[in-house]
């Protein structure tokens, strides 16, 4: 991830809005004059008069002034202003000049040359100014804003406790037109190849135009004659497209091309493109609810809340190259949609979204005061822009009006709401009647998307488009008994999920913010997400019901460490291959799915049968009837040597849209003590893989049959059952199966080997054990705390994340080596680097094994299988004592020792004599 803009880069050089572009502009991104306004006298002393050397201080535009790119990096509030000089002058000297602001946080006001040119208010919308009638022909232009932002209860500000954006925070440039020019246009698009357009036209006098709509290298031609009156225009045209190429997360096609307006002042050019697709809702079959319909057919939406959050640039995006990005890692994860959440996206990474194909639900910002009339209109102003803004993303198919009801609560106590205050708060009937009023308005100027009233977490929807709601809860039975309950309150006329006396319609139903972040007492700290993670996406596939779901997130935030990827943009590591053989997460989010019936892990005895019933989850027709063939594999890893126990192929009829039964599979388990993996693999004839999927078995021998008798006579010693150890700070973990100890040390056991009369000689002697390092935490030497989560981590609070009891940090791509020796009766037989301390979804063990479903104690952690042939020359002291210390010494990178109930590996340490 980008920390800073590199030394002579241009500052963000491209065009900020390639849906609606002109060739000739001036980026104004880059180095400005600035000073703090704390008195609020600049307006009084005439600072837009003031020369460079007022200016104290430099900040780097398009930055907020609160960010580390700013160059100033202070969270003041207040009032800011900025100062440039422009020679700029556009090719044309006739034409009309205009000052664009992709946003700026929160009111502002612009002077050219001294000459006030406009005022704004609002944090998130696009706006400009016409500049011509102060710009000095003969150069020597100076641009001063002032910018001011109070934090003001009726602000709409959304989640910016991540890092505040003040003043200007997205791009600035001048820009020339004729004096007839094209002020905004909509496409309307219909899957038959309809396409509706409407513009508006500033017309500098009456008069008869052209206006051409040219796309796709000219193969998409039209044009009409226009009688113009002098001032603002409304027109509407359309054409037909033959044969349309329709957009989607598969193919985003896009037409790309320009609008031209000729006219006696000239030809205005704008470069837009559109995409044709149609967004709805439908019911299929005898089903008495609806499903999410893209292009007239079910789409399932695998889906992520985007913060948009980034460490140094906050909700800049300090390159272009970083916003397509974005778009990509999105797509790598086979996910087809983000839900950009509680503020606009940037116009830039929008258009990567249309261009790359991921579809997207936009939020508005929120305001956090009292939903009074001055909220409401702010509100009703910054939300009517972001629509008319957004209008022609192809992308974007759904508006999600407000969020967890934010800002929709009256706090009897007066002010912002925040701590205790929140208990004073209630959703007041009349606030209700207001939400339903911003959900008709927004239908009635965007009819082509999806709306959604409010994005609820306290079952309190009033009137939508979609029944979507939150969770977050942890523990396999308890996410599966919460979503029963949720599917079958889902019908038609009850009121649950809803508030006020509303009730259900048949509208789809879909999960819009899910996850295991705050699930668990404390929250979850920073903790392996890829075991619940798994387990819930076969949840969700069980249920014909649900069209979708968005995962909490995309990156992680200061305070939640529950992303796809660290928020760096650095990998983290799920463990899925390790279980079936090329599987990644987007197998988890294909279109077509075998869903899995049955815990993430159950403990069976050993030799015993298993029944595991599966599922046909389709939102794709691609196979639709069709023959597929089911491959499986049950397989255990024998102290290092992969086994089969059973395997099949089986032919599936692959027919029909939803979630239908599959097959049942009878496996018998292995006879020994094994974590068993059912390894699953849907194939199309021509032998690619359509997607995997796997689940676990905590296989359990008894003593007699551990690891099989033909392989030796096998002691196993519990770590925690050390005699000594050396240690600064050691601990017990996953109810005491887990022994660790922090840093450099040691820990010694009393060995002893079976008696002459158990086993009359000794030929070789071999220890097995699975370790991993120690990443030692702020929790393990200070202890752990459990932090009140108010309002407050709403707003990206400290997490704590060390202290936080439940915190073990996720496989990713750092790595916190130890080396570690063997040692008997004092004599080195063995080393080991151990290359990390991993947790993810292969530490089976400690998963299963865990206490408490809120409360993660090491979870998912695990280590290396570690082997050591103790030399035939001991092993003859050995027959002889028949005991000896066993010593596991780590340099300084600590030291994790699993036992049978933890870890991946059904063992404890193991001294095997044959």
Same mark, same amino acid.
């Given at each position: 991830?980008?920390?800073?803009?590199?030394?002579?880069?241009?500052?963000?050089?491209?065009?900020?809005?390639?849906?609606?572009?002109?060739?000739? /502009?001036?980026?104004?991104?880059?180095?400005?004059?600035?000073?703090?306004?704390?008195?609020?006298?600049?307006?009084?002393?005439?600072?837009?008069?003031?020369?460079?050397?007022?200016?104290?201080?430099?900040?780097?535009?398009?930055?907020? #002034?609160?960010?580390?790119?700013?160059?100033?990096?202070?969270?003041?509030?207040?009032?800011?202003?900025?100062?440039?000089?422009?020679?700029?002058?556009?090719?044309?000297?006739?034409?009309?000049?205009?000052?664009?602001?992709?946003?700026?946080?929160?009111?502002?006001?612009?002077?050219?040359?001294?000459?006030?040119?406009?005022?704004?208010? %609002?944090?998130?919308?696009?706006?400009?100014?016409?500049?011509?009638?102060?710009?000095?022909?003969?150069?020597?232009?100076?641009?001063?804003? &002032?910018?001011?932002?109070?934090?003001?209860?009726?602000?709409?500000? !959304?989640?910016?406790?991540?890092?505040?954006? $003040?003043?200007? #925070?997205?791009?600035?440039?001048?820009?020339?037109?004729?004096?007839?020019?094209?002020?905004?246009?909509?496409?309307?698009?219909?899957?038959?190849?309809?396409?509706?357009?409407?513009?508006?036209?500033?017309? =500098?006098?009456?008069?008869?135009?052209?206006?051409?709509?040219?796309?796709?290298?000219?193969?998409?031609?039209?044009?009409?004659?226009?009688?113009?009156?002098?001032?603002?225009?409304?027109?509407?045209?359309?054409?037909?497209?033959?044969?349309? *190429?329709?957009?989607?997360?598969?193919?985003?096609?896009?037409?790309?091309?320009?609008?031209?307006?000729?006219?006696?002042?000239?030809?205005?050019?704008?470069?837009?493109?559109?995409?044709?697709?149609?967004?709805?809702?439908?019911?299929?079959?005898?089903?008495?609810?609806?499903?999410?319909?893209?292009?007239?057919?079910?789409?399932?939406?695998?889906?992520?809340?985007?913060?948009?959050?980034?460490?140094?640039?906050?909700?800049?995006?300090?390159?272009?190259?970083?916003?397509?990005?974005?778009?990509?890692?999105?797509?790598?994860?086979?996910?087809?949609?983000?839900?950009?959440?509680?503020?606009?996206?940037?116009?830039?990474?929008?258009?990567?979204?249309?261009?790359?194909?991921?579809?997207?639900?936009?939020?508005?910002?929120?305001?956090?005061?009292?939903?009074?009339?001055?909220?409401?209109?702010?509100?009703?102003?910054?939300?009517?822009?972001?629509?008319?803004?957004?209008?022609?993303?192809?992308?974007?198919?759904?508006?999600?009006?407000?969020?967890?009801? #934010?800002?929709?609560?009256?706090?009897?106590?007066?002010?912002?709401?925040? !701590?205790?205050?929140?208990?004073?708060?209630?959703?007041?009937?009349?606030?209700?009647? #207001?939400?339903?009023?911003?959900?008709?308005?927004?239908?009635?100027?965007?009819?082509?998307?999806?709306?959604?009233?409010?994005?609820?977490?306290?079952?309190?929807?009033?009137?939508?488009?979609?029944?979507?709601?939150?969770?977050?809860?942890?523990?396999?039975?308890?996410?599966?008994?919460?979503?029963?309950?949720?599917?079958?309150?889902?019908?038609?006329?009850?009121?649950?999920?809803?508030?006020?006396?509303?009730?259900?319609?048949?509208?789809?139903?879909?999960?819009?913010?899910?996850?295991?972040? /705050? %699930?668990?007492?404390?929250?979850?700290?920073?903790?392996?997400?890829?075991?619940?993670?798994?387990?819930?996406?076969?949840?969700?596939?069980?249920?014909?019901?649900?069209?979708?779901?968005?995962?909490?997130?995309?990156?992680?935030?200061?305070?939640?460490?529950?992303?796809?990827?660290?928020?760096?943009?650095?990998?983290?590591?799920?463990?899925?291959?390790?279980?079936?053989?090329?599987?990644?997460?987007?197998?988890?989010?294909?279109?077509?799915?075998?869903?899995?019936?049955? +815990?993430?892990?159950?403990?069976?005895?050993?030799?015993?049968?298993?029944?595991?019933?599966?599922?046909?989850?389709?939102?794709?027709?691609?196979?639709?009837?069709?023959?597929?063939?089911? &491959? /499986?594999?049950?397989?255990?890893?024998?102290l290092g040597t992969r086994t089969t126990a059973g395997s099949g192929v089986l032919d599936v009829a692959w027919d029909g849209y939803g979630v239908a039964p599959l097959t049942e599979l009878q496996l018998t388990m292995p006879n020994q003590d094994a974590v068993a993996v059912l390894?699953?693999?849907?194939?199309?004839?021509?032998?690619?893989?359509?997607?995997?999927?796997?689940?676990?078995?905590?296989?359990?021998?008894?003593?007699?049959?551990?690891?099989?008798?033909?392989?030796?006579?096998?002691?196993?010693?519990?770590?925690?059952?050390?005699?000594?150890?050396?240690?600064?700070?050691?601990?017990?973990?996953?109810?005491?199966?887990?022994?660790?100890?922090? !840093?450099?040390?040691?820990?010694?056991?009393?060995?002893?080997?079976?008696? *002459?009369?158990? *086993?009359?000689?000794?030929?070789?002697?071999?220890?097995?054990?699975?370790?991993?390092?120690?990443?030692?935490?702020? &929790?393990?030497?200070?202890?752990?705390?459990?932090?009140? =989560?108010?309002?407050?981590?709403?707003?990206?609070?400290?997490?704590?994340?060390?202290?936080?009891?439940?915190?073990?940090?996720?496989?990713?791509?750092?790595?916190?080596?130890?080396?570690?020796?063997?040692?008997?009766? %004092?004599?080195?037989?063995?080393?080991?680097?151990?290359?990390?301390? +991993?947790?993810?979804?292969?530490?089976?063990?400690?998963?299963?094994? *865990?206490?408490?479903?809120?409360?993660?104690?090491?979870?998912?952690?695990?280590?290396?299988?570690? $082997?050591?042939?103790?030399? !035939?020359?001991?092993?003859?002291?050995?027959?002889?004592?028949?005991?000896?210390?066993?010593?596991?010494?780590?340099?300084?990178?600590?030291?994790?020792?699993?036992?049978?109930?933890?870890?991946?590996? +059904?063992?404890?340490?193991?001294?095997?004599?044959?």
């Open positions: 991830m980008t920390t800073e803009v590199a030394a002579g880069q241009q500052v963000r050089p491209e065009y900020p809005r390639p849906d609606w572009q002109r060739t000739d /502009w001036c980026n104004l991104n880059g180095s400005w004059a600035f000073r703090f306004d704390p008195q609020d006298e600049g307006r009084e002393a005439s600072w837009q008069q003031e020369s460079e050397n007022a200016y104290n201080r430099a900040i780097t535009v398009p930055f907020s #002034w609160a960010s580390p790119l700013s160059g100033i990096g202070e969270d003041t509030k207040g009032i800011g202003w900025y100062r440039r000089s422009v020679d700029w002058q556009p090719d044309d000297r006739k034409s009309r000049i205009f000052l664009r602001f992709g946003a700026v946080d929160y009111a502002c006001e612009a002077w050219v040359n001294g000459r006030s040119v406009g005022t704004h208010e %609002g944090g998130y919308g696009t706006f400009e100014f016409e500049v011509t009638e102060a710009w000095r022909a003969e150069g020597g232009n100076t641009i001063v804003v &002032r910018a001011q932002d109070e934090d003001h209860d009726y602000q709409a500000r !959304g989640k910016q406790g991540y890092g505040e954006i $003040r003043g200007i #925070w997205q791009p600035v440039w001048l820009e020339a037109r004729p004096q007839t020019y094209v002020q905004a246009a909509k496409f309307n698009t219909a899957i038959d190849g309809k396409v509706e357009l409407k513009a508006r036209i500033a017309a =500098h006098e009456a008069g008869t135009s052209t206006f051409t709509c040219h796309f796709d290298g000219g193969k998409v031609t039209h044009t009409v004659e226009l009688a113009l009156a002098a001032g603002l225009n409304e027109i509407e045209t359309s054409f037909i497209i033959p044969s349309p *190429q329709l957009w989607s997360p598969e193919s985003p096609f896009l037409y790309e091309g320009e609008l031209r307006l000729g006219s006696p002042s000239g030809e205005d050019v704008v470069q837009t493109y559109f995409g044709i697709r149609e967004i709805g809702t439908a019911k299929f079959g005898d089903r008495g609810y609806r499903w999410i319909t893209l292009n007239g057919k079910p789409i399932y939406l695998n889906g992520t809340l985007d913060q948009s959050y980034h460490a140094t640039g906050y909700f800049t995006y300090p390159t272009d190259e970083e916003m397509r990005d974005e778009i990509y890692l999105m797509k790598r994860l086979g996910l087809n949609f983000v839900r950009i959440h509680i503020k606009p996206e940037e116009p830039r990474k929008l258009y990567w979204a249309d261009k790359l194909g991921i579809l997207v639900m936009e939020d508005m910002p929120c305001f956090w005061g009292n939903p009074d009339e001055t909220a409401r209109s702010a509100y009703e102003r910054e939300a009517l822009e972001v629509i008319e803004r957004d209008w022609n993303h192809p992308s974007i198919f759904s508006w999600v009006m407000f969020n967890e009801t #934010w800002g929709l609560k009256t706090n009897s106590l007066g002010g912002g709401l925040t !701590g205790d205050q929140l208990q004073a708060t209630s959703y007041l009937p009349n606030t209700q009647e #207001w939400v339903r009023e911003v959900y008709r308005w927004a239908k009635r100027i965007d009819p082509t998307r999806i709306v959604e009233d409010n994005s609820p977490c306290n079952w309190d929807h009033v009137e939508t488009d979609l029944n979507t709601w939150h969770f977050y809860i942890n523990g396999y039975e308890q996410l599966r008994n919460h979503m029963e309950e949720v599917v079958a309150k889902t019908v038609p006329g009850s009121d649950f999920n809803y508030i006020g006396g509303n009730v259900q319609s048949d509208a789809p139903l879909m999960n819009s913010e899910c996850g295991n972040v /705050w %699930g668990i007492e404390g929250g979850a700290g920073d903790s392996d997400l890829a075991w619940h993670y798994r387990y819930m996406m076969n949840e969700f596939r069980r249920h014909d019901k649900l069209c979708g779901f968005v995962f909490t997130e995309f990156r992680d935030v200061t305070n939640e460490f529950n992303g796809y990827y660290r928020l760096d943009g650095t990998d983290k590591m799920f463990g899925y291959e390790s279980f079936v053989p090329g599987m990644t997460l987007s197998d988890l989010h294909t279109p077509d799915f075998v869903a899995i019936d049955a +815990p993430p892990c159950q403990t069976i005895c050993a030799g015993e049968t298993a029944t595991v019933s599966l599922l046909r989850s389709s939102f794709s027709d691609r196979y639709h009837g069709r023959t597929l063939q089911l &491959r /499986w594999e049950l397989w255990h890893d024998s390894a699953l693999l849907l194939v199309d004839a021509e032998g690619t893989i359509v997607t995997r999927n796997f689940t676990t078995f905590d296989v359990r021998g008894g003593a007699s049959l551990a690891f099989g008798t033909e392989n030796g006579h096998f002691l196993a010693v519990p770590p925690a059952q050390f005699g000594q150890h050396s240690f600064a700070h050691q601990w017990q973990a996953i109810n005491g199966a887990k022994t660790t100890g922090a !840093g450099a040390g040691s820990f010694v056991y009393d060995i002893a080997l079976p008696s *002459q009369e158990e *086993q009359s000689w000794i030929g070789e002697l071999e220890i097995m054990f699975e370790a991993g390092s120690n990443r030692t935490l702020a &929790r393990h030497i200070e202890g752990a705390k459990l932090v009140h =989560h108010g309002i407050s981590m709403m707003h990206g609070a400290n997490a704590q994340v060390e202290t936080n009891p439940n915190t073990y940090y996720m496989t990713d791509e750092e790595r916190h080596e130890s080396r570690i020796h063997v040692l008997v009766d %004092g004599e080195r037989i063995g080393s080991f680097l151990l290359p990390d301390d +991993p947790s993810d979804s292969r530490g089976v063990l400690s998963w299963h094994y *865990q206490a408490a479903a809120n409360r993660l104690d090491e979870a998912g952690s695990y280590g290396y299988l570690c $082997r050591a042939v103790i030399p !035939g020359r001991l092993s003859a002291k050995l027959d002889r004592n028949r005991a000896f210390k066993l010593e596991l010494q780590a340099e300084n990178g600590g030291l994790s020792l699993y036992g049978r109930n933890a870890g991946r590996y +059904p063992i404890d340490l193991l001294i095997r004599c044959r």
